[in-house]
C-alpha cells in the first residue's frame, strides 16, 4: 500500500474539515489523473497528477524513507504551505487504487504526441488563454434488513421527498425527507433512518411519532422510495467500515446526494411526477420528464476565435447520472437520451464551467470543429451558423506516403509523410508553417494504422521503427498489404530483400536397395544448421524462425510440418535431412509410406521395389504361417499374431535387417 491510513489522517488534521470534504469530492468524481508515476517501493516513490478543478492543477506525491511530502501548483497551497483540495483529493485516489499506480508506465506513443505538444504550438501567455485552451481541447477530443413490534396504524405513513441544488454552478443536488401521518416531521439523519431498518430498530421521531422500522409500515406506494433510502444509506456504512478514516460530517447527514445511480434509481421512482425543491429561484416544484430540451445555438467567427453563443432565456444546470445525463431548466428536469448526452451535453457543461452565455475557441480547431463538432450540433439542436464559416475551413482531403527502410540493426525504419494539395511534411515534427485545412480525424486513422502495426515513434529525427522480430514478422505477413491498400509506399532493395520464406514442397525419391530403404530429398534452400534449427522452432510452436540475412521462415507451413512427421517416422534426426541423401531400415518402409499418403504438399516419386515391400507389408494380415507343433497349445493369441508377424518379416528378408 503506497499510503496508509494513519499517514493520511495525520494529514487530514493539517487540511481540515472543509479542504477535506471538497478533497473527497473531486476524488469522488474522478477527477485526478495520473501524469508520471516514478516508483521504486512502497517506501521510495514520486506521484504527479493532474487535478480538474475550474483549472488544472498539478500535484506531487513524495514519498522518501516512508516520510510523505506533497506540494500543489494552486494559489492556496503556494500561500499557506498546508495541503489543499487537490492534494487531499491525490491522496484518497493514492489510496484506494494504489496497485493503478504501481503499474503506471509512461510510454512514448505516435496517439499521445499531439497532446504532448499541443501546448507547444505557440508561446502564449496569460492564465485565461491557456484555460481555454486546455478546455477547448477536452471539448474537441471529446467529440471526445425478527420484527419488534407492530403499530395499530400499520401501513399508512408517508414520506415526502424535497430536492435541493446547491454547490458550484449549482452543480450538488440532494434531497431531504419528511415522515409522518397527520403531522410530518423532518429525517434529521437519513444515513441512521436507514440503517435502522436492518434490525427493525424503534426511534421516535416526535411527540406523535415512535417508528419501528419496518417498510410495511409505510404507504405502499412510498416503499419503493424507502427501498431506495435504505440501499443507498447502507452503501455509504459498507464504504466506511472499509475505511475507518472516512466518516459524514453530521450537519451533511440530513440529506442524500444524488449522484451517478442514485440519480438514476430516483428520477426511475419519479419519472413523469412533479417534486418540491428548494434554492431554486424558477419554480418551488419541478416535473421529471424523460426528454430532451429543446436549445439554439449560433456559431461565428470573432477576433479571431471561434464563438458559440447560446439563446437558452433562463439558467440551466447539468448532472451526471450512472447511465443517463439530466438537465434541469426552467420547471423541467430532463433526462436526455444517449446520442443527445454524446453530442450536446459536453457543450453545455462548457458554457456551465464558463459561466457565460458563450464559448470562444482558438481559430486553429476550426477546421476540427468544422468537420466533427459542427455536423453533430446541428443534428440535436437549431444552429445558426452561416456557410461561408464552414467553407472557409473545410479540410482538405489528405494523402499519406511512407518511406520503408531496414537499419543496420535489422529493424524497420518508416518515414511519414502526409500530403495536402501541393504540401508534404513529417507529422512528426514541428510544423509551424501550415496554410491548410489539416484533416484530424483522417491523420488519427493514418496514426491509428501504426500503432496497430508496433510502430514506435524516434523523437529526435521524427521516423518510426519496429524492432522486435515478432512485430516485424507481422508486419512483413499482414501489415504490409495493409499499407500498400492505404498508402503510397515506397520501400528501398534492403526493406525488398527482408521477406518471408514458405518452404517450398519437398520432393523425395524412394526405393529399396540392398535390403535397405533409400530416401533422396530434394535441396530445401536451408543448410544443415538453419534446417535443424527450424524444426526445433516448429516443435517450440513458434511461428517463425529468423535467418542469419534476416528474412524470416514460415514456420507454420506444411512443408516444415511434412519435414518433422518424417524425421519422427522413421527414428532420424533433424541435422540428418539436410544431407538430402538417407539410408535406413527397410521395414520403415510402411510407416513412412502411410505418412507420406497424408501429406498433400509433398511429391513422390516411389521406384516399384518400395512399392513392393509396402505391398508385402500390407498383405502381411492376410498370410497364415503355421504355428509348431510344440508351441500350438501353449501361445496366447496376441502371441500367435506376434508369430505370424514375424515370420511375414523373415519371409520379406527384412527381420534381420532390424537387429
Known amino acids: 500500500m503506497l499510503v496508509l491510513p494513519d499517514e493520511i489522517n495525520k494529514i487530514l488534521a493539517v487540511s481540515g474539515n472543509d479542504v477535506t470534504k471538497y478533497g473527497k469530492k473531486y476524488f469522488e468524481q474522478d477527477r485526478v489523473k495520473i501524469k508520471n508515476v516514478e516508483y521504486i517501493s512502497?517506501?521510495?516513490?514520486?506521484?504527479?497528477?493532474?487535478?480538474?478543478?475550474?483549472?488544472?492543477?498539478?500535484?506531487?506525491?513524495?514519498?522518501?524513507?516512508?516520510?510523505?511530502?506533497?506540494?500543489?501548483?494552486?494559489?492556496?497551497?503556494?500561500?499557506?504551505?498546508?495541503?489543499?483540495?487537490?492534494?487531499?483529493?491525490?491522496?484518497?485516489?493514492?489510496?484506494?487504487?494504489?496497485?493503478?499506480?504501481?503499474?503506471?508506465?509512461?510510454?512514448?506513443?505516435?496517439?499521445?504526441?499531439?497532446?504532448?505538444?499541443?501546448?507547444?504550438?505557440?508561446?502564449?501567455?496569460?492564465?485565461?488563454?491557456?484555460?481555454?485552451?486546455?478546455?477547448?481541447?477536452?471539448?474537441?477530443?471529446?467529440?471526445?434488513?425478527?420484527?419488534?413490534?407492530?403499530?395499530?396504524?400499520?401501513?399508512?405513513?408517508?414520506?415526502?421527498?424535497?430536492?435541493?441544488?446547491?454547490?458550484?454552478?449549482?452543480?450538488?443536488?440532494?434531497?431531504?425527507?419528511?415522515?409522518?401521518?397527520?403531522?410530518?416531521?423532518?429525517?434529521?439523519?437519513?444515513?441512521?433512518?436507514?440503517?435502522?431498518?436492518?434490525?427493525?430498530?424503534?426511534?421516535?421521531?416526535?411527540?406523535?411519532?415512535?417508528?419501528?422500522?419496518?417498510?410495511?409500515?409505510?404507504?405502499?406506494?412510498?416503499?419503493?422510495?424507502?427501498?431506495?433510502?435504505?440501499?443507498?444509506?447502507?452503501?455509504?456504512?459498507?464504504?466506511?467500515?472499509?475505511?475507518?478514516?472516512?466518516?459524514?460530517?453530521?450537519?451533511?447527514?440530513?440529506?442524500?446526494?444524488?449522484y451517478y445511480s442514485s440519480l438514476d434509481e430516483f428520477f426511475n421512482i419519479f419519472k413523469d411526477k412533479s417534486l418540491k425543491i428548494s434554492e431554486y429561484y424558477y419554480t418551488d416544484e419541478i416535473k421529471f420528464i424523460e426528454e430532451d430540451p429543446i436549445f439554439s445555438f449560433t456559431v461565428s467567427e470573432k477576433n479571431n476565435l471561434i464563438e458559440i453563443g447560446n439563446n437558452i432565456e433562463d439558467d440551466?444546470?447539468?448532472?451526471?447520472?450512472?447511465?443517463?445525463?439530466?438537465?434541469?431548466?426552467?420547471?423541467?428536469?430532463?433526462?436526455?437520451?444517449?446520442?443527445?448526452?454524446?453530442?450536446?451535453?459536453?457543450?453545455?457543461?462548457?458554457?456551465?464551467?464558463?459561466?457565460?452565455?458563450?464559448?470562444?475557441?482558438?481559430?486553429?480547431?476550426a477546421t476540427s470543429f468544422c468537420e466533427y463538432v459542427l455536423p453533430n450540433m446541428k443534428t440535436y439542436i437549431d444552429v445558426e451558423c452561416k456557410s461561408e464559416f464552414v467553407n472557409k475551413y473545410r479540410a482538405e482531403s489528405l494523402?499519406?506516403?511512407?518511406?520503408?527502410?531496414?537499419?543496420?540493426?535489422?529493424?524497420?525504419?518508416?518515414?511519414?509523410?502526409?500530403?495536402?494539395?501541393?504540401?508534404?511534411?513529417?507529422?512528426?515534427?514541428?510544423?509551424?508553417?501550415?496554410?491548410?485545412?489539416?484533416?484530424?480525424?483522417?491523420?488519427?486513422?493514418v496514426k491509428e494504422i501504426l500503432d496497430n502495426n508496433h510502430f514506435k515513434l524516434n523523437t529526435k529525427d521524427g521516423t518510426l521503427y519496429i524492432s522486435n522480430d515478432e512485430h516485424i514478422y507481422d508486419f512483413l505477413e499482414n501489415g504490409i498489404n495493409t499499407f500498400m491498400e492505404r498508402f503510397e509506399v515506397l520501400v528501398t532493395d534492403k526493406f525488398k530483400s527482408k521477406n518471408i520464406i514458405n518452404p517450398k514442397n519437398v520432393q523425395m525419391g524412394l526405393?529399396?536397395?540392398?535390403?535397405?530403404?533409400?530416401?533422396?530429398?530434394?535441396?530445401?534452400?536451408?543448410?544443415?544448421?538453419?534446417?535443424?534449427?527450424?524444426?526445433?522452432?516448429?516443435?517450440?510452436?513458434?511461428?517463425f524462425y529468423r535467418l542469419k540475412d534476416g528474412s524470416f521462415v514460415n514456420i507454420d507451413s506444411s512443408g516444415i510440418d511434412t519435414l518433422v512427421n518424417i524425421t519422427d517416422s522413421i527414428g532420424i534426426e533433424e541435422k540428418d535431412i539436410a544431407k538430402r541423401k538417407l539410408v535406413v531400415p527397410k521395414y520403415r518402409a510402411v510407416y513412412l509410406n502411410e505418412v507420406l499418403d497424408l501429406s498433400d504438399d509433398i511429391n513422390i516419386k516411389k521406384e516399384s521395389?518400395?512399392?513392393?515391400?509396402?505391398?508385402?507389408?500390407?498383405?502381411?494380415?492376410?498370410?497364415?504361417?503355421?504355428?509348431p507343433e510344440n508351441m500350438d497349445k501353449i501361445l496366447r493369441q496376441y502371441q500367435r499374431i506376434g508369430y505370424n508377424w514375424l515370420m511375414t518379416l523373415d519371409s520379406l528378408r527384412i527381420w534381420w535387417n532390424t537387429c
Open 511 to 543: 526405393r529399396v536397395k540392398n535390403d535397405l530403404l533409400e530416401i533422396e530429398i530434394d535441396d530445401l534452400g536451408f543448410d544443415e544448421k538453419e534446417l535443424s534449427n527450424i524444426i526445433k522452432s516448429y516443435r517450440q510452436k513458434k511461428k
Open 399 to 445: 494523402a499519406t506516403k511512407i518511406y520503408l527502410d531496414i537499419d543496420t540493426s535489422g529493424s524497420i525504419i518508416a518515414e511519414v509523410k502526409f500530403c495536402y494539395l501541393d504540401k508534404e511534411f513529417n507529422p512528426f515534427l514541428h510544423q509551424n508553417d501550415m496554410k491548410f485545412n489539416r484533416n484530424k480525424l483522417q491523420e488519427q486513422k
Open 42 to 258: 512502497e517506501n521510495d516513490y514520486s506521484v504527479t497528477t493532474s487535478v480538474e478543478d475550474n483549472y488544472v492543477y498539478t500535484t506531487q506525491i513524495l514519498k522518501k524513507d516512508g516520510k510523505i511530502s506533497y506540494s500543489c501548483e494552486c494559489e492556496i497551497s503556494k500561500k499557506r504551505n498546508t495541503p489543499c483540495k487537490h492534494i487531499i483529493a491525490t491522496l484518497f485516489d493514492l489510496y484506494i487504487y494504489s496497485k493503478k499506480y504501481i503499474e503506471f508506465k509512461n510510454d512514448i506513443s505516435i496517439s499521445s504526441f499531439e497532446d504532448n505538444n499541443l501546448l507547444n504550438k505557440r508561446n502564449y501567455s496569460g492564465n485565461n488563454f491557456m484555460y481555454k485552451l486546455l478546455y477547448s481541447d477536452k471539448l474537441i477530443k471529446y467529440y471526445e434488513n425478527i420484527e419488534l413490534g407492530k403499530n395499530k396504524n400499520k401501513g399508512d405513513l408517508k414520506i415526502i421527498p424535497k430536492l435541493e441544488i446547491s454547490g458550484f454552478n449549482y452543480s450538488v443536488m440532494s434531497v431531504s425527507f419528511k415522515i409522518g401521518r397527520n403531522r410530518m416531521y423532518v429525517i434529521k439523519d437519513i444515513y441512521e433512518f436507514g440503517h435502522n431498518f436492518l434490525d427493525k430498530r424503534k426511534e421516535r421521531y416526535g411527540k406523535e411519532l415512535e417508528l419501528v422500522h419496518d417498510i410495511k409500515e409505510f404507504e405502499e406506494s412510498d416503499r419503493e422510495l424507502v427501498s431506495f433510502i435504505m440501499s443507498k444509506t447502507n452503501e455509504y456504512f459498507n464504504f466506511a467500515k472499509q475505511d475507518n478514516y472516512f466518516s459524514l460530517d453530521r450537519l451533511f447527514r440530513g440529506k442524500l446526494n444524488l
Open 609 to 627: 521395389s518400395f512399392k513392393d515391400v509396402v505391398r508385402n507389408m500390407s498383405y502381411s494380415k492376410e498370410l497364415d504361417f503355421s504355428i
Open 316 to 365: 440551466f444546470y447539468v448532472y451526471d447520472g450512472q447511465k443517463y445525463k439530466y438537465v434541469l431548466y426552467k420547471d423541467k428536469f430532463y433526462r436526455c437520451s444517449e446520442k443527445y448526452s454524446l453530442n450536446i451535453i459536453p457543450i453545455l457543461k462548457e458554457f456551465l464551467n464558463n459561466r457565460s452565455n458563450k464559448i470562444d475557441i482558438p481559430i486553429e480547431y
